[in-house]
Nanobody, 113 residues
Framework: VQVVESGGGLVQPGGSLRLSCVAS????????VSWYRQAPGKERELVAG????????NYADSVKGRFTISRDNAKNFVYLQMNMLKPEDTAVYYC???????WGQGTQVTVSS
């Protein structure tokens, strides 16, 4: 079983990116999923989470109003739409499935002019 993130990159402040997380080897639709991030020299922190139905979502205060987590269970994807990006959003972003304590390899997001 694994999850793989994609969609990171370099973006200017104020820009947008959409991260994707795809699952393989298990039924993604039965599980809640979270996005975490880790900046250099800092601890990994929760960014957003979504219930298995998509009906419940939670966000870190630092990203509320800018980031949106969503899922497409038919395609086995979870997304993180990131708008109005700031330099402090620079980090490696990870997809996490608590049921399996399963982490992806991460995708780098760099916000810089």
């Amino acid at each position: 079983v694994q999850v793989v993130e994609s969609g990171g990159g370099l973006v200017q402040p104020g820009g947008s990116l959409r991260l994707s997380c795809v699952a393989s080897g298990f039924t993604f639709s039965s599980n809640s999923v979270s996005w975490y991030r880790q900046a250099p020299g800092k601890e990994r922190e929760l960014v957003a989470g979504i219930s298995w139905t998509g009906g419940s979502r939670n966000y870190a205060d630092s990203v509320k109003g800018r980031f949106t987590i969503s899922r497409d269970n038919a395609k086995n994807f979870v997304y993180l739409q990131m708008n109005m990006l700031k330099p402090e959003d620079t980090a490696v972003y990870y997809c996490y499935v608590p049921t399996f304590d399963l982490w992806g390899q991460g995708t780098q997001v760099t916000v810089s002019s």
